[in-house]
């Protein structure tokens, strides 16, 4: 019977990995350091993670638990979508994790060969993103809702690369004046059009 993983030893090596990774990038974080900082041997680290790119990719599911309870947030505090979108846009604007930005996008940066299985999964969490910016959209009343779900997403890019230009509250402000300005101005034009 193949061996089970025991889930806080998984749990923790990846919680320490993703403290370090957040801190200092990927690739300046070597597994010596995650395994001195999780407590563990590097045989045990072997056996939950087999590699350093199965350890990262499981660290970037991990982060896009954040978008995720961002989304289902925002789905419940409004029945309109276009509500839904702003406060999808605040809420990401208020939970950006500091001056390093999104770490998903960092790690994506760190990865820029195609065929790399950590490329790969970050580039399949930014489609998914994408689509269920669209899903909104075609719920809104806007004419052309891929553009709309596409200028959502610019202004949420924007978030994660702000960094420390402005406090974190008043990129949240701006980027929630620019979204309802957005959806504003794509839904009327339907109605002018």
């Known amino acids: 019977m193949p061996r089970q993983p025991s889930t806080s030893v998984r749990e923790r090596i990846l919680d320490a990995a993703t403290d370090l990774f957040d801190r200092y990038g990927v690739h300046a974080v070597g597994m010596q350091r995650i395994i001195d900082e999780a407590g563990c041997g590097k045989q045990l680290l072997y056996r939950e993670f ?3 790119d ?3 990719t499981a660290y970037l599911h991990r982060c896009e638990g954040s978008w995720e ?3 289902a947030v925002a789905l419940g505090a409004s029945e309109r979508p276009e509500e839904q979108l702003v406060e999808l846009v605040r809420l990401v604007g208020a939970g950006v994790p500091g001056p390093r930005g999104c770490p998903i996008r960092n790690t994506y940066a760190e990865f820029p060969e ?4 950590v490329h790969q999964a970050a580039l399949e969490h930014f489609g998914a993103v994408r689509e269920q910016l669209c899903e909104l959209a075609r719920r809104t009343t806007a004419v052309d809702p891929e553009r709309l779900a596409d200028r959502i997403l610019l202004i949420i890019n924007g ?5 420390s230009a402005l406090s974190t509250a008043e990129n949240a402000r701006v980027a929630v ?11 009327a034009a339907e109605r002018v059009g």
């Open 50 to 52: 087999g590699s350093k």
């Open 114 to 117: 195609e065929g790399h299985p």
């Open 177 to 187: 004046e620019l979204v309802r300005d957005v959806i504003a101005f794509e839904t």
């Open 69 to 71: 309870r961002s989304l």
């Open 54 to 56: 199965e350890l990262v």
């Open 159 to 163: 978030l994660f690369t702000a960094g």
